[in-house]
Every structure is written in structure tokens, then in C-alpha cells.
């Protein structure tokens, strides 16, 4: 693909992303306390591994078919493995109920996502948002690495406070407290937001910005709906909470 049909396919892709924006809005992607139980479906554990397989492996295989790209490559590969070799291998193996189960619309779906997102940044990173040297001093990668990486860890011990509600009991809710549960229903969800748009700007890439709009499209409607969620089904659900921004969302 030349520089002119790589441009037009990422633009296509955040348009697409965008337009989900209202559709979720309106209809909550079915799994989890979502799911509405109908249709084919996998174990949950087998349904993340398989959906996020290609962001794994695909970004390291375009590494694989160019020339060496230089170091700032490698960091902000560095970075994308960080966060997906813990969603892609890790993730799917602390997910504590083994009855849990993923439709195979929403896995089949995913996994459409995340190679063709694989596939964008993997190419921006290796071919069209090539970065030299001095990059790493620039404000935007270190504004942008940042935020990748505090997100990252909001993400990654929110997701540990919720799975570890799950110790024993198979399928039950409870209300999640500590952390930035304090102030919002899904700070995994907002850590999660604030690193892909930490790595749009770390990038300064078309694709970065193409995740950063499909993880906002995703993640705002789910949050909106989990909270909604949370007080419907906890009369004690601490009213100063927010869905997903502190104070104001
Ligand atoms: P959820 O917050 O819905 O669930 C995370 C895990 O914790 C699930 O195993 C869930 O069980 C369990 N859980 C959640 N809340 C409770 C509770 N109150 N009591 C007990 N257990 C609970 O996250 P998702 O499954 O939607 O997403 C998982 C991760 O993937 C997140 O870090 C998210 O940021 C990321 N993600 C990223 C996307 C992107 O576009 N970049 C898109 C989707 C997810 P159960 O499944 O049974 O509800």
C-alpha cells in the first residue's frame, strides 16, 4: 500500500470509529454483565485470547518484514507490547470465573479490530510515521509517553481490583472500592482512554489518533452503561461517583 492509499484507509477507519460512537451509545456491546445470553459463544478466557491475538503479534511481524527502523520504533513497540502482552497473555488468565462466556459476534468483531489496528500501527510505526533519534526529546513523545504510561497503570490495577471482587464466587457483582473507584465507576476503562490517546501523541500518527477515537467510540457508551448499571442494582452505590470522568461524567 503507497503513502497516499495508507492515508485514505486510516481516515476511512476513524470515520468508521466515530459513527460507532452513537450506535454504542444506543446498544451496549453484549458481553460481560451485558451479555444477553443468546446465540453462539466461547469461554470468556479463550474469546480475549483469541480477540487480541493479532494486537500481539501483528505489530511485531510488520517489525519483521522492514528494514531496521531505528531505536524510537523500538521504544514505542516497546510500549504497544507493554500494554498487549498483558491484555493478549496475561489478562485472559486472571479472569477468575471459568463459567463466564463471550458471544462469538463480539469475539469475531474484536478480533477484526485489533488486526486491522495491529496492521495501522504496525505500519505507521515501521513505514509512515517514521521518527529520528531526536524524537525522544521531543514534548510529544514525552507528554505522550507519560500518559501511555500512568494510563497503563490506572488500567491494569483497576482491572486487578475487579478481578480480585471475583475471588471464589463464580459469576457475582459486587460494589468495586479503592483506588479511582473512589471517584468513578471504571477508572480501567479511563486509564485505558488516557493511554491511547497518550500514544497518539507520543506518535504523532494518523493511526495513533485512529485508536484513540475507537477507544473513546468503546469505552465511553460501556462506561456509561456500567454505571447506569451499578445504580440500578446497588441502592447503597455511592452517589458522588462518577462513570468515568471525577466530578463530571
Ligand atoms: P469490565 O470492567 O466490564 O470487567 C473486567 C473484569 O472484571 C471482568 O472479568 C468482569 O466480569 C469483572 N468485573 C467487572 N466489574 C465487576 C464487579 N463489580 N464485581 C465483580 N467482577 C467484576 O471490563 P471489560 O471486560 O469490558 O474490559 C476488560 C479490559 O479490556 C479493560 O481493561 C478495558 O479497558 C479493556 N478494553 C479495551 C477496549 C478498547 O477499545 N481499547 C475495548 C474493551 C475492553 P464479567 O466479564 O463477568 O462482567
Given at each position: 500500500?503507497?503513502?497516499?492509499?495508507?492515508r485514505?484507509?486510516?481516515?476511512?477507519w476513524?470515520a468508521?470509529?466515530?459513527?460507532?460512537l452513537?450506535?454504542?451509545?444506543?446498544?451496549?456491546?453484549?458481553?460481560?454483565?451485558?451479555?444477553?445470553?443468546a446465540g453462539?459463544s466461547?469461554?470468556?478466557?479463550?474469546?480475549?485470547?483469541v480477540?487480541?491475538a493479532?494486537?500481539?503479534w501483528?505489530?511485531p511481524?510488520?517489525f519483521?518484514a522492514?528494514p531496521p527502523?531505528?531505536v524510537?520504533?523500538?521504544?514505542?513497540?516497546?510500549?504497544?507490547?507493554l500494554?498487549?502482552?498483558?491484555?493478549?497473555?496475561v489478562y485472559?488468565?486472571?479472569?477468575?470465573?471459568?463459567?463466564?462466556?463471550?458471544?462469538?459476534?463480539?469475539v469475531?468483531?474484536?478480533?477484526?479490530?485489533?488486526?486491522?489496528?495491529g496492521?495501522?500501527?504496525?505500519?505507521?510505526l515501521t513505514?509512515?510515521a517514521l521518527?529520528?533519534?531526536?524524537?525522544?526529546?521531543?514534548p510529544?513523545f514525552?507528554?505522550?509517553a507519560?500518559?501511555?504510561?500512568?494510563?497503563?497503570?490506572?488500567n491494569?490495577?483497576?482491572?486487578?481490583?475487579?478481578l480480585?471482587?471475583?475471588?471464589?464466587?463464580a459469576?457475582?457483582?459486587?460494589?468495586?472500592?479503592?483506588?479511582?473507584?473512589?471517584?468513578?465507576s471504571c477508572?480501567?476503562?479511563?486509564?485505558?482512554?488516557v493511554?491511547w490517546?497518550?500514544?497518539?501523541?507520543?506518535?504523532?500518527?494518523?493511526?495513533?489518533?485512529?485508536?484513540a477515537?475507537?477507544?473513546?467510540a468503546?469505552?465511553l457508551?460501556?462506561?456509561?452503561?456500567h454505571?447506569?448499571?451499578?445504580r440500578e442494582?446497588?441502592?447503597?452505590?455511592?452517589?458522588?461517583r462518577?462513570?468515568?470522568?471525577?466530578?463530571?461524567?
Amino acid at each position: 500500500m503507497d503513502a497516499e492509499g495508507y492515508r485514505w484507509a486510516v481516515w476511512i477507519w476513524i470515520a468508521v470509529g466515530a459513527a460507532m460512537l452513537p450506535v454504542l451509545l444506543r446498544r451496549t456491546a453484549p458481553y460481560g454483565r451485558h451479555s444477553q445470553g443468546a446465540g453462539a459463544s466461547l469461554p470468556s478466557r479463550l474469546g480475549w485470547l483469541v480477540m487480541e491475538a493479532p494486537s500481539v503479534w501483528v505489530p511485531p511481524a510488520c517489525f519483521l518484514a522492514s528494514p531496521p527502523r531505528g531505536v524510537v520504533a523500538y521504544v514505542l513497540l516497546a510500549l504497544w507490547e507493554l500494554h498487549y502482552l498483558n491484555r493478549g497473555l496475561v489478562y485472559p488468565f486472571r479472569i477468575r470465573s471459568s463459567e463466564a462466556r463471550m458471544p462469538l459476534l463480539v469475539v469475531a468483531s474484536g478480533f477484526l479490530f485489533t488486526l486491522v489496528n495491529g496492521f495501522l500501527n504496525g505500519r505507521s510505526l515501521t513505514v509512515f510515521a517514521l521518527r529520528d533519534r531526536a524524537w525522544v526529546h521531543d514534548p510529544r513523545f514525552i507528554l505522550g509517553a507519560g500518559l501511555f504510561v500512568a494510563g497503563f497503570l490506572v488500567n491494569t490495577s483497576s482491572d486487578g481490583i475487579l478481578l480480585a471482587l471475583r475471588d471464589g464466587r463464580a459469576t457475582r457483582y459486587a460494589v468495586p472500592t479503592g483506588g479511582l473507584f473512589r471517584y468513578i465507576s471504571c477508572p480501567n476503562y479511563a486509564g485505558e482512554i488516557v493511554e491511547w490517546c497518550g500514544w497518539a501523541i507520543a506518535t504523532w500518527s494518523l493511526a495513533g489518533l485512529s485508536f484513540a477515537v475507537w477507544t473513546i467510540a468503546n469505552l465511553l457508551p460501556r462506561a456509561l452503561a456500567h454505571h447506569r448499571w451499578y445504580r440500578e442494582r446497588f441502592p447503597e452505590y455511592p452517589p458522588e461517583r462518577r462513570a468515568l470522568v471525577p466530578r463530571l461524567l
